[in-house]
């Protein structure tokens, strides 16, 4: 599978919620988005999309991640430079990229966006940052034809070590929990309450032994 796709300094791949796309930021200057249709007989690539001008009119600028909604309909990039340090579009599988959001609501000054994704039901929109606080997952209300709404209450208390670009934070599937993986010391992965209405909850340390974790996902328990 994605035996015809460049390999070379991919950050946070994703598959589009259809299964017809698979896109990545990229480690190298230029702002480019890795983003290609998949041919789902092999897993063959059918072709790259073009990035669009607004993302990759910086030379110097980095992607770090590209996911789309649950419902496939947006299109989100984080990235380490721009203002704001992300870009969202609406998306279609025919067209491809569509017009770009507003962006009037986002509050959070960054140095880097390492990710953007939603929440399961759709109407919170998050953004993973470089910051080594409260400030290094923030929260938004969301919806799909207005965009970023009023951005909720930044967790009361919440540090964690963060010494590489590759840590990573996921949320359960049933909106409860948020994960990171951090690159500290073996034990430091640590997990939040979330509530799709009230925001941040507890801060939780994981029984986890596992020194300098750089992914996190969620498995299927059958019996």
Not at 145 to 157: K, L, Q, T, V, Y
Request: charged share 10%; net charge negative; aromatic share 14%.
């Amino acid at each position: 599978y994605l035996n015809n796709y460049p390999f070379s300094g991919i950050r946070r791949p994703s598959i589009s919620p259809d299964g017809n796309f698979y896109g990545s930021g990229h480690s190298a200057s230029g702002g480019l988005v890795y983003l290609f249709r998949i041919n789902n007989s092999d897993g063959s690539s059918l072709g790259s999309i073009s990035t669009p001008l607004s993302i990759t009119n910086d030379s110097s600028r980095y992607t770090y991640s590209v996911t789309w909604n649950p419902t496939g309909t947006v299109i989100g990039v984080g990235m380490d430079r721009g203002t704001p340090k992300f870009k969202l579009f609406r998306w279609d599988p025919v067209n491809y990229y569509g017009s770009e959001y507003s962006y009037a609501n986002f509050t959070g000054g960054v140095t880097i966006i390492l990710k953007v994704f939603w929440n399961n039901a759709g109407n919170v929109l998050f953004f993973h940052t470089a910051a080594a606080d409260a400030a290094s997952i923030q929260a938004y209300q969301w919806d799909d034809i207005n965009g970023i709404g009023a951005r909720f209450a930044d967790p009361p208390s919440f540090t964690f070590s963060q010494s590489s670009l590759l840590s990573d934070v996921v949320l359960s599937p049933d909106d409860k929990l948020l994960v990171f993986s951090t690159s500290g010391a073996s034990g430091s992965e640590i997990a939040l309450g979330w509530n799709n209405t009230a925001g941040f909850g507890e801060v939780t340390i994981m029984p986890v032994g596992q020194a300098n974790p750089t992914s996190v996902a969620f498995g299927t328990l059958t019996n």
